[in-house]
């Protein structure tokens, strides 16, 4: 189902907006899309698409650093948890997947006689790697 389309704006109510946008200060606009960046990325938590807002994010504060130099450490704060969750909201994903196939396994051998064989052992968690906590830009 797609959204009712929205009426084309005029060629005045246009030239009125670029005339907004040239006027308005670099640092506002950064800031509005470094929010719009971090919005999306809060919302796609735990999918790939929200590294790649994420990184865009650190990319842009890269770019702009000496316009955004006042408010950088709070922009940098924001990038960070935004990694620390992301990388929890993937180790969450991995953890209720593995989950899901040990439960249909379960289920799979529920109608065999249960009373002659022991059950499963409980699945060992995998051993966590060093790097699982590292956030490298680029991959997801």
Avoid: C
Wanted: glycine content about 10%.
């Amino acid at each position: 189902m797609s959204a009712p389309q929205q009426p084309q704006p005029s060629q005045e109510e246009l030239e009125a907006y670029f005339n907004e946008l040239r006027q308005a200060p670099v640092h506002d606009l950064l800031l509005q899309a470094f929010s719009v960046l971090g919005t999306g990325a809060e919302v796609k938590l735990g999918l790939p698409d929200a590294r790649v807002l994420i990184d865009s994010m650190e990319a842009l504060l890269g770019a702009g650093r000496g316009v955004l130099a006042e408010t950088a450490p709070q922009l940098e704060q924001a990038i960070a948890q935004l990694k620390t969750a992301q990388v929890q909201a993937e180790k969450d994903i991995a953890a209720e997947r593995a989950g899901e196939g040990a439960g249909e396994e379960q289920a799979a051998g529920s109608g065999q006689a249960q009373a002659t064989t022991p059950p499963p052992a409980a699945p060992q968690q995998p051993q966590q790697k060093a790097t699982d906590k590292l956030w490298i830009p680029g991959q997801g």
